[in-house]
């Protein structure tokens, strides 16, 4: 039975992103974000955390309706060429039972 996946990521941008023009990089996050549309999937939060970590400039959480939904999220993002972009690291879930 399909049932909802979680998504937490921790992200960087990388120089790359920077060197683009503000109105390029409000164009790139849009792409991405219909990227997430366009799968069904949702984000729940983004949070900065630069102020707290050394490690991560921000992180965030999405839902996705199933593991096909992630999948082909993920071949959005490589088509987007997302990696010049960012540095990110990410896990999946389900809700615990009784949740």
Avoid at 65 to 88: F, G, M, R, T
Wanted: proline content about 4%.
């Amino acid at each position: 039975m399909a049932q909802p996946i979680y998504k937490v990521f921790m992200v960087n941008m990388k120089d790359a992103y920077y060197k683009l023009s503000p109105e390029e990089r409000d164009k790139f996050d849009k792409k991405v974000e219909e990227a997430l549309k366009k799968v069904g999937g949702e984000r729940i939060v983004a949070c900065y955390s630069s102020w707290c970590s050394e490690n991560w400039l921000g992180w965030g959480v999405e839902k996705f309706p199933d593991i096909e939904a992630v999948q082909k999220h993920a071949q959005l993002l490589l088509e987007l060429e997302l990696a010049n972009y960012i540095e990110s690291t990410s896990y999946l879930g389900t809700e615990m039972p009784g949740e």
